[in-house]
């Protein structure tokens, strides 16, 4: 808490600088932070809410952490949100969160996606699956992203399927027991451990050849915000296994262009991973044009605008509240 006040002090004491120059007419914050907590008088401020950390607490998200820390934290996002004149969401389930425990209006603005024109780099997938069939998680960990789960599955998936690898791209989170979430991937992959693939995390020229070859992108996460996993995966064309009420469903539609599974449910994720892998080789395609065909709607030319008219509203509804421009450079 003290670094973020910190933080915020000396982000708003600049922004009061550029802005008595006339060089700032909106700040947009791109995650919560304590940013507003001194954001000064007179200068829009737009959040975007990359989180909540009330929700993801909920979900085991900041276990490692002391609860007195968290809800300290949780009580100065909160008054940034009340300073801000615009808020925004990636995501319906975040929103709707905020929006009930902040009482402040969210705009739900999904981000803007495109693929990256860059060199790939095949060396890692070479060297670990080869030419054999794969499927996929990219993300954090972590117990938010859903991995105890997918470790309750990984045995019975992959005895079923003597040629499936799974690939683990991401780094883990220790928590204060320290408790090895790969370690108890490994351990209930027994005795087909060795077809379990961690690589920690890969830059988009070593990750997009996974995307490109993988069977599907598992993504079981217990709670989420249109994470870039899911929009890289669709943007590549790729079937995604994902969970309900958890922003996943915002752009899936269970059997049309990806497959959804009820979040915390071994059993559920075990019978959708069964489908995708099982999926007609007609079916499948069609599912990965309308994964495409859906994510094409997100494209920047598309979303930027919306965003930019977001941020042009909130200068039209500039608060009073917090200290003026010529206080904080004072």
């Known amino acids: 808490a003290v670094t973020m006040l910190a933080q915020a002090?000396?982000?708003?004491?600049?922004?009061?600088?550029?802005?008595?120059?006339?060089?700032?007419?909106?700040?947009?914050?791109?995650?919560?932070?304590g940013v507003?907590?001194?954001?000064?008088?007179?200068?829009?401020?737009?959040?975007?809410?990359?989180?909540?950390?009330?929700?993801?607490?909920?979900?085991?998200?900041?276990d490692h952490e002391n609860w007195v820390t968290v809800w300290q934290q949780h009580i100065l996002e909160r008054r940034a949100l009340t300073r801000a004149n615009g808020i925004y969401s990636p995501s319906r389930r975040v929103a709707s969160v905020v929006e009930c425990s902040a009482g402040k209006t969210v705009k739900v603005i999904p981000p803007p996606v495109f693929?990256?024109?860059?060199?790939?780099?095949?060396?890692?997938?070479?060297?670990?699956?080869?030419?054999?069939?794969?499927?996929?998680?990219?993300?954090?960990?972590?117990?938010?992203?859903?991995?105890?789960?997918?470790?309750?599955?990984?045995?019975?998936?992959?005895?079923?399927?003597?040629?499936?690898?799974m690939v683990v791209?991401?780094?883990?989170?220790?928590?204060?027991?320290?408790?090895?979430?790969?370690?108890?991937?490994?351990?209930?992959?027994?005795?087909?451990?060795?077809?379990?693939i961690l690589t920690g995390v890969?830059?988009?020229?070593?990750?997009y050849p996974f995307l490109r070859r993988t069977e599907a992108v598992v993504l079981p996460s217990l709670v989420d915000n249109l994470p870039n996993s899911l929009l890289e995966a669709m943007l590549h064309g790729k079937v995604v296994?994902?969970?309900r009420n958890a922003s996943f469903d915002e752009l899936i539609t269970d059997g049309v262009n990806g497959i959804l599974c009820e979040p915390g449910n071994p059993s559920s994720l075990e019978q959708a991973v069964e489908r995708v892998l099982t999926?007609?080789?007609?079916i499948r395609r069609n599912m990965e044009n309308a994964?495409?065909?859906?994510?094409?709607?997100?494209?920047?030319?598309?979303?930027?605008?919306?965003?930019?008219s977001y941020l042009e509203y909130a200068t039209t509804a500039v608060s009073g509240s917090g200290p003026s421009r010529r206080e904080l450079v004072r």
């Open 115 to 165: 693929i990256e024109d860059i060199a790939e780099d095949q060396s890692v997938i070479r060297r670990t699956v080869g030419k054999r069939p794969f499927l996929l998680f990219v993300g954090r960990i972590n117990r938010l992203k859903g991995i105890p789960v997918l470790a309750r599955i990984l045995g019975p998936i992959l005895e079923r399927h003597p040629d499936l690898r």
């Open 241 to 243: 296994v994902g969970t």
């Open 169 to 196: 791209a991401g780094a883990e989170h220790q928590n204060m027991q320290d408790n090895s979430m790969t370690k108890d991937l490994l351990l209930r992959a027994s005795p087909h451990s060795d077809r379990v």
């Open 9 to 33: 002090r000396g982000i708003a004491f600049r922004t009061a600088e550029l802005a008595q120059a006339g060089e700032v007419d909106v700040v947009h914050a791109t995650n919560l932070g």
């Open 202 to 207: 890969l830059p988009h020229t070593q990750l």
């Open 291 to 308: 994964a495409r065909a859906r994510i094409a709607e997100l494209s920047p030319s598309k979303i930027i605008p919306r965003i930019v």
């Open 36 to 62: 507003s907590l001194f954001h000064p008088r007179g200068v829009p401020l737009v959040i975007r809410l990359s989180s909540d950390r009330m929700l993801y607490r909920k979900f085991g998200s900041f």
């Open 279 to 282: 999926l007609s080789p007609e």
